[in-house]
Nanobody, 127 residues
């Protein structure tokens, strides 16, 4: 059964860094596009970064995180990471990773494109 598990969230001060991990089991994550989403209370879930399957190797970012966040893969560990630097209070949210299971040659920040989701990890940016 395809499953994703996120980890790495926590409490961090503004300007700090965190690295989120998204570990897959039951399938090879490198064959599919993966995205990170986040959701704050009272707000809609928003896509913040995505990475295509390894054979295409393309990434995309939401404007508000571009230059601060970096998405990457470690295929040997069947894991996708989200390195978050220079965190701001507005980055506070529950972060989710998701993957599609078709093997598209692109990636999207639209949550409708993804059908396997992790349970989420909380990130709090506060002094």
């Amino acid at each position: 059964q395809a499953q994703l598990v996120e980890s790495g969230g926590g409490l961090v001060q503004p300007g700090g860094s965190l690295r989120l991990s998204c570990i897959a089991s039951g399938f090879n994550l490198d064959k599919y596009a993966v995205a990170w989403f986040r959701q704050s209370p009272g707000k809609e879930r928003e896509g913040i970064s995505c990475i295509t399957k390894s054979s295409v190797d393309f990434t995309d970012y939401r404007v508000s995180v571009k230059g601060r966040f970096t998405i990457s893969r470690d295929n040997a560990k069947n894991t996708v990471y989200l390195q978050m630097n220079n965190l701001k209070s507005e980055d506070t949210a529950v972060y989710y990773c998701a993957t599609e299971t078709i093997g598209y040659s692109y990636c999207s920040l639209n949550n409708l494109e993804y059908d396997v989701w992790g349970q989420g990890t909380q990130v709090i940016v506060s002094s």
